[in-house]
């Protein structure tokens, strides 16, 4: 939640269940636990009382440059346990799952 947040200044939470493919009860108690802990900004549309912008605050920012290098050195040591072939085997069908992916969420919406 806290790295979809960080991609832009302002997202809707419901933009943020199409990018993740996230159930919205997922999202809605992650932006509430985030709101309580001071990490999560909540502005309602002006134009649109229904709809609420989510941005990260001073300390939400911090937190997420805080974690972004632990999981990126994660993510490096778990592919390096993969012979080359094996990674490129992954990365290839994570690139294909994407692009499966997209077309039918966006014709969801």
Known sequence: MLATVAE???????????????PKTAVSRAV??????????????VSDKRESFL??????RALHG???PLAIAYAEDLLSRLAP???AA???AVRKLGAIATPRDRAAS
Not at 11 to 18: F, G, H, N, Q
Not at 55 to 60: E, I, M, R, V
Request: no cysteine; glycine share 4%; proline share 5%.
């Open 8 to 22: 832009v200044p302002q997202v809707r939470a419901k933009d943020v269940v199409a990018a993740r493919h996230l």
């Open 32 to 45: 509430a636990s985030l709101r309580r802990r001071g990490l999560l900004k909540v502005d309602v549309n």
């Open 55 to 60: 941005s990260l605050t001073p300390q939400g």
């Open 66 to 68: 805080e974690i972004v």
């Open 85 to 87: 072939a094996e990674r």
């Open 90 to 92: 992954f990365r290839a």
